[in-house]
């Protein structure tokens, strides 16, 4: 963990930096091949029974960007995260995190490994029975022996960077669900991660909560100097921040590069996916045999 001195530097920096992301954006999508790589997932096979989630996909995650992963609801999104993290092992395949191969981490190597990890759960998954200053309280308790000055200080500073500072004396049952978002957030950043990975974030907001969440996750990520991942289908929110895009569907990266790229792809199963269209490759009808033979079938499925 960095000092306390650190810790303060870096957090007025996000309270008061603008995007500075969107700056160095062109820079940093040209250089990509350049960078260094924080997360590498190759060849990756993982299935749940005989259900193939992911069948050989390879990503790299470019240390201080932003990455989307995107496809449509059931691809398998929320397990990659887990599987980065740890908490699911592949079948088969390699996930690497700033050089560590997960899957073969033990138990201590791998929970070291995960303090360096932020995470925002879909739901926030804030501890009902805690206050807001508790839940951000609760991961430096629980990883560090800091006096207790130092955690308010802590603490403070994590609930000012995402606005809710005033807010800390309040239970999770009082907050609004941008609110809860923005806490869940700020525990995420408590322990002062290199990589925050942000599960399905702007689902459920209102048009003003989603803005401030999309915000402040790119502010976040510039001031803080993190890595961060977005598992979501919330396609221009998650653009606008976004440094590079991978699209899952049917256990394979079926397109990948830049927001601008993207839009300008050839596959029809992108053109699909970030306009929205109904119908295309991904078809609006579930397999089925001829309406008429199913018809004159005489009403089998009843």
């Given at each position: 963990?960095?000092?306390?001195?650190?810790?303060?530097?870096?957090i007025?920096?996000?309270?008061?930096?603008?995007?500075?992301?969107?700056?160095?954006?062109?820079?940093?999508?040209?250089?990509?091949?350049?960078?260094d790589?924080?997360?590498?997932?190759?060849?990756?096979?993982?299935?749940?029974?005989?259900?193939?989630?992911?069948?050989?996909?390879?990503l790299?995650i470019?240390?201080?960007?932003?990455?989307?992963?995107?496809?449509?609801?059931?691809?398998?999104?929320?397990?990659?995260?887990?599987?980065?993290?740890?908490?699911?092992?592949?079948?088969?395949?390699?996930?690497?995190?700033?050089?560590?191969?997960?899957?073969?981490?033990?138990?201590?190597?791998?929970?070291?490994?995960?303090?360096?990890?932020?995470?925002?759960?879909?739901?926030?998954?804030?501890?009902t029975?805690?206050?807001?200053?508790?839940?951000?309280?609760?991961?430096?308790?629980?990883?560090?022996?800091?006096?207790?000055?130092?955690?308010?200080?802590?603490?403070?500073?994590?609930?000012?960077?995402?606005?809710?500072?005033?807010?800390?004396?309040?239970?999770?049952?009082?907050?609004?669900?941008?609110?809860?978002?923005?806490?869940?957030?700020?525990?995420?950043?408590?322990?002062?991660?290199?990589?925050?990975?942000?599960?399905?974030?702007?689902?459920?907001?209102?048009?003003?909560?989603?803005?401030?969440?999309?915000?402040?996750?790119?502010?976040?990520?510039?001031?803080?100097?993190?890595?961060?991942?977005?598992?979501?289908?919330?396609?221009?929110?998650?653009?606008?921040?976004?440094?590079?895009?991978?699209?899952?569907?049917?256990?394979?990266?079926?397109?990948?590069?830049?927001?601008d790229?993207?839009?300008?792809s050839?596959?029809?199963?992108?053109?699909?996916?970030?306009?929205?269209?109904?119908?295309?490759?991904?078809a609006?009808?579930?397999?089925?045999?001829?309406?008429?033979?199913?018809?004159?079938?005489?009403?089998r499925?009843?």
């Amino acid at each position: 963990m960095q000092t306390s001195i650190s810790f303060r530097n870096n957090i007025l920096r996000a309270t008061r930096q603008g995007s500075a992301h969107h700056r160095g954006k062109a820079t940093l999508n040209t250089s990509r091949k350049k960078q260094d790589i924080l997360v590498q997932v190759r060849d990756l096979v993982f299935s749940r029974g005989e259900r193939v989630i992911f069948d050989g996909i390879d990503l790299d995650i470019a240390r201080g960007s932003i990455t989307a992963i995107m496809g449509p609801s059931g691809t398998g999104k929320t397990t990659l995260l887990k599987l980065i993290g740890g908490q699911l092992c592949p079948q088969s395949g390699s996930i690497t995190v700033d050089g560590e191969d997960v899957p073969g981490l033990g138990i201590p190597a791998l929970y070291r490994l995960r303090k360096r990890m932020g995470m925002m759960f879909q739901t926030g998954a804030l501890l009902t029975d805690l206050s807001v200053y508790e839940n951000v309280a609760f991961p430096i308790r629980e990883h560090t022996r800091l006096p207790e000055a130092l955690v308010r200080d802590l603490v403070l500073m994590k609930l000012q960077a995402v606005g809710l500072r005033g807010a800390a004396g309040l239970m999770p049952n009082e907050l609004s669900g941008g609110m809860a978002r923005r806490v869940a957030m700020a525990r995420a950043i408590a322990l002062d991660p290199m990589m925050v990975m942000y599960d399905e974030p702007f689902t459920g907001q209102d048009p003003i909560s989603m803005g401030v969440v999309v915000k402040l996750i790119d502010e976040l990520n510039s001031a803080l100097g993190l890595t961060s991942i977005i598992v979501s289908h919330d396609v221009r929110e998650t653009a606008a921040i976004a440094d590079y895009v991978y699209l899952l569907s049917g256990g394979k990266v079926v397109d990948q590069g830049t927001p601008d790229t993207l839009w300008e792809s050839a596959s029809e199963w992108s053109q699909q996916f970030l306009n929205g269209k109904p119908d295309g490759p991904v078809a609006f009808h579930y397999p089925a045999p001829a309406f008429r033979d199913d018809l004159v079938g005489g009403g089998r499925h009843a």
